[in-house]
């Protein structure tokens, strides 16, 4: 099995400055324009749970799999009226 070498050092160097992985790939993908992406398999975590885009307030409180709240009313952010894109029911 081949190691590639600059992830293995990017991986140090997180966990040398304490930041998590799981956080650092939020900040990238969220760079690249996605805008929806949370961190799965670490309950608790802030990032279990989806954030507006527009105001950046909750949308979607999770543990887990558990859904505590769901803050989209007819396909929008329901504190700022950002349109969600998605089929809601
Ligand atoms: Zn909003």
């Not at 999770?62 to 700022?80: A, M, Q």
Request: with cysteine; proline share 2%.
């Amino acid at each position: 099995m081949k190691l590639n070498l600059s992830v293995l050092k990017t991986l140090k160097v997180l966990k040398e400055e304490g930041t998590f992985f799981e956080e650092e790939a939020i900040r990238i993908t969220q760079g690249v324009g996605l805008k929806y992406v949370y961190i799965g398999n670490v309950p608790g975590h802030k990032y279990n749970s989806t954030f507006c885009p527009k105001c950046d307030k909750r949308l979607i409180h999770r543990i887990h799999f558990s859904v505590l709240s769901n803050n989209i009313k007819d396909g929008k952010c329901k504190f700022c009226q950002y349109e969600i894109h998605g089929i809601w029911r």
